[in-house]
Nanobody
Framework: VQLQASGGGLVQAGGSLRLSCAAS????????MGWFRQAPGKEREFVSA????????EYADSLEGRFTISRDNAKSTVYLQLNGLKPEDTAVYFC??????????????????????WGQGTQVTVSS
């Protein structure tokens, strides 16, 4: 199983980025997909999750509606659109896949322990 995250980079405050995470070796539609981030010296934190069918989404309260998660099951890819970026968004962003074929299609996971596979992370740096 591989999760390959991409799309990170250096951006000025107020800018946007689109992160992608391509999965291989899994039946993608059987997995809840999530994004987490980890800033230097801080614990990994939940950012967003999307259900297997893409109809249900959850976001961390701190994001204030600036990020949007989506998925394309045909391409086995999950996306995270980051808008209105702030310096405090600087972190390594990780995508993760959590088994959910045995659960309702609307199931979401916001805890890291629910996720079975992790990508390598992509760095997002926001300058002020």
């Amino acid at each position: 199983v591989q999760l390959q995250a991409s799309g990170g980079g250096l951006v000025q405050a107020g800018g946007s980025l689109r992160l992608s995470c391509a999965a291989s070796g899994v039946t993608f539609s059987n997995y809840v997909m999530g994004w987490f981030r980890q800033a230097p010296g801080k614990e990994r934190e939940f950012v967003s999750a999307i259900s297997r069918d893409g109809d249900n989404k959850e976001y961390a309260d701190s994001l204030e509606g600036r990020f949007t998660i989506s998925r394309d099951n045909a391409k086995s890819t999950v996306y995270l659109q980051l808008n209105g970026l702030k310096p405090e968004d600087t972190a390594v962003y990780f995508c993760a896949a959590g088994r959910a074929f045995f659960r309702h299609t609307s199931t979401l996971y916001n805890s890291a322990r629910e996720y079975n596979y992790w990508g390598q992370g992509t760095q997002v740096t926001v300058s002020s």
